[in-house]
């Protein structure tokens, strides 16, 4: 695949990932509203905000394709690890956000929770109850087993005030269980973009296309939390959401930080892994083996900038050689080394003799 159809793809995938989150925002928030769901509401306030990185992908994945000019002589491939450093930013935020709110029930679960550990008053009084369910009869039996149900219940998260899609009839609240086929929707959708999108990136070298798959399926966990919401209003156990989101907020935040890390390493031009150094020294050995004036070659150095590497290698020529047939050599192995390697960029040559 070639520079251009490395643009195309990038870009198209990008375009169709940005539809699909406008999209997204509209039905999810048309949905919160005609179901009175807060979880599909704030989901829709999330699938906007991703137009925002859609559009830094966009840029950056274009930007950094541009070719070297007299501003920018060894090319935009920056661009890209900014891109990167931005996407990985929302990637985190999104963690940060679903873990804070997860945080804020399982506190709020917490004093029931530990109250029906250790305090032995709630213990008795449960046993009263429980007692009292067996021993009485008629009425009183169904108003103790109910104190019982409800202390219960208490202990485990039961609490319909958690946002999900609901109405209110006679002063109580009814889940409204079509709501969640909206969440399930954008699970699916945002699945499809994080196979597809990751697919183009890996197939371009392009980390921000990468990152921005990832922020998809954060999209799609995202919806999995607002899935456990309203399933766990609608079932009376609204603690499985706090409990889901503290899961997907740490996998979350763990990615975001890891791809953040990698863009930082980038722009600081801390060397690329050894494997990629390894692999451009294997194709090296195997041009300049075709080259007979170069008896071989030393100090290989990579630098990557965004989805292209800069090389800088040392050739030892024989001393008697003419610098025509030198500098023949050297573009000779330029030429064929970018051949082999689509993502090498340049090749900076300096030479020794032996």
């Not at 030393?298 to 050739?315: A, E, I, M, W, Y």
Request: with cysteine; aromatic share 6%.
């Amino acid at each position: 695949m070639d520079l251009l159809e490395h643009h195309q793809a990038g870009s198209r995938i990008t375009l169709i990932g940005m539809g699909a989150n406008m999209g997204m925002t509209v039905a999810k928030g048309v949905a919160g509203v005609y179901f009175h769901s807060s979880a599909l509401l704030a989901d829709a306030a999330h699938s906007l905000s991703d137009i925002l990185g859609d559009v830094v992908t966009l840029y950056t994945f274009r930007k950094s394709r541009k070719p070297a000019d007299l501003t920018h002589p060894y090319g935009y491939g920056r661009y890209e690890a900014l891109g990167t450093l931005f996407v990985s930013a929302f990637l985190v935020a999104a963690g940060v956000g679903i873990g804070t709110h997860a945080l804020e029930h399982v506190v709020r679960f917490m004093p029931d929770l530990f109250t029906a550990t250790v305090s032995s008053g709630a213990v008795e009084s449960a046993r009263e109850m429980l007692g009292s369910a067996v021993t009485s009869s008629g009425g009183d039996a169904a108003s103790s087993s109910s104190g019982a149900s409800s202390l219960l219940s208490s202990y485990l998260g039961h609490d319909h005030s958690h946002a999900a899609a609901h109405k209110v009839v006679d002063g109580s609240v009814v889940v409204d269980p079509r709501a969640i086929w909206f969440a399930i929707g954008s699970i699916v959708i945002n699945e499809a973009l994080f196979q597809a999108t990751m697919k183009v990136g890996r197939r371009t070298n392009s980390d921000v296309l990468v990152a921005n798959a990832w922020h998809h399926r954060s999209d799609a966990l995202t919806s999995l939390v607002s899935v456990g919401a309203i399933a766990g209003a609608i079932v009376g156990f609204p603690i499985l959401d706090a409990i889901g989101g503290l899961v997907v907020s740490t996998m979350l935040a763990k990615s975001g930080l890891s791809m953040a890390a990698d863009a930082v390493r980038e722009i600081t031009d801390t060397p690329p892994s050894p494997q990629l150094t390894h692999s451009v020294a294997d194709a090296l050995k195997d041009v300049c083996d075709d080259v007979e004036e170069v008896r071989g070659f030393d100090n290989v150095q990579c630098r990557k900038s965004g989805p292209f590497v800069h090389v800088r290698v040392t050739l030892i020529f024989a001393p008697d050689e003419t610098a025509a047939c030198v500098e023949k050599a050297i573009e000779t192995i330029q030429a064929e080394l970018r051949k082999r390697l689509d993502f090498v960029q340049t090749v900076d040559v300096n030479v020794a003799t032996k």
